[in-house]
């Protein structure tokens, strides 16, 4: 890669935004979001695909996909949000790895947290136990050797099912179902479900709103993380199916460019939603790239 592809890209790397909706699902359709700065750390690092671990009074404590620019790979971390000025007050790495980690998943089970992070490039799916005294993730186990991605777990009537997508087609219109009976048990997969659009991949946790299951997904459509697509969960002779109820865009002026997290715990969600690091250099670079995709100079986004 020559100077001016590796200028090209460092001025059109991404950034994104955290965000809480106090009031959960509800806030979020009226456009309800406390946005979040991340204080000391502005410029340096960003946060995304963040998870509720609790909430305090004063203080709201997340797991995300924390990327600091130095490191160029993400690592799972926890942040604590001040309620007060919702600045990012500290950060604290729990788990690092040689390989990119995101999207840590939260399971809670017999009073235990369980954590099971996107870590594809290692070619599974593994499950982590938390440690609140040390603030640390501990090996568990290895779910599936599989590379799936932004993977969900869900439990209906004493089974549970894995919601995910995988390499080499994480961001298309295919989601895949495995089924268990216990959390450490074997896996079967059950099912394919094929949308006719990009919103295959999750985009957080399965919650319940007014009495029915939605499941939060990504719209692929344009670019990664396009969108949000709220869906609908019903189940029929242990299939599935999905319908979508609403589509959520970010509505920040600079933190525009889609959104690809929702979750939320105890009526409380966060989302996240992305921008760029260099907001001028990247708007006008991105519409370069549309000009020769247009005279047919560089190839369209593919969803993959």
């Known amino acids: 890669m020559n100077y001016i592809q590796t ?42 695909d963040p998870f509720i671990l609790n909430k305090e009074e004063n203080a709201i404590h997340l797991l995300v996909e924390e ?6 790979r993400g690592r799972i971390a926890k942040l604590t949000i001040n309620r007060e000025n919702w600045i990012v007050e500290d950060c604290k790495i729990v ?13 809670r089970e017999n009073g235990i947290i ?6 594809y490039k290692s070619g599974g799916w593994n499950m982590y136990r938390y440690d609140e005294l040390n603030e640390k993730l501990e090996f568990e186990q290895e779910i599936l050797k599989i590379p799936l991605t932004d993977s969900i777990i869900l439990n209906i009537k004493k089974s549970y099912y894995i919601l995910s997508t995988f390499v080499p087609t994480p961001s298309g219109s295919c989601l895949s179902i495995w089924q268990f009976d216990k959390m450490k048990g074997t896996y079967d997969k059950v099912q394919d479900v094929t949308f006719n659009e990009n919103i295959a991949r999750n985009a957080g946790m399965i919650f319940c709103h007014d009495g029915e299951m939605i499941r939060p997904a990504q719209e692929c459509n344009e670019t990664y993380g396009h969108a949000l697509s709220f869906q609908q969960v019903c189940i029929n002779d242990g299939l599935f199916s999905f319908k979508e109820k609403f589509r959520w865009y970010s509505i920040h ?9 929702y979750n939320q715990h105890e009526g409380m969600a966060v989302i996240d939603v992305k921008g760029y690091r260099y907001p001028i250099m990247g708007r006008y670079l991105k519409h370069v790239d549309a000009v020769l995709e247009k005279i047919h100079l560089k190839k369209p986004y593919k969803p993959v």
């Open 114 to 119: 369980y954590v099971c992070p996107e870590n």
């Open 67 to 72: 990327f600091d620019y130095k490191v160029h």
């Open 7 to 48: 200028k090209k890209r460092q001025f059109q790397e991404s950034a994104w935004l955290l965000g809480i909706c106090e009031r959960g699902f509800d806030d979020l359709k009226e456009n309800r979001v406390h946005w979040i700065s991340n204080g000391k750390y502005e410029g340096k690092k960003w946060f995304a």
């Open 253 to 261: 002026p600079q933190y525009c460019l889609g959104c690809h997290t």
């Open 95 to 107: 788990l690092d790895l040689p390989t990119h980690l995101s999207f840590p998943m939260i399971w």
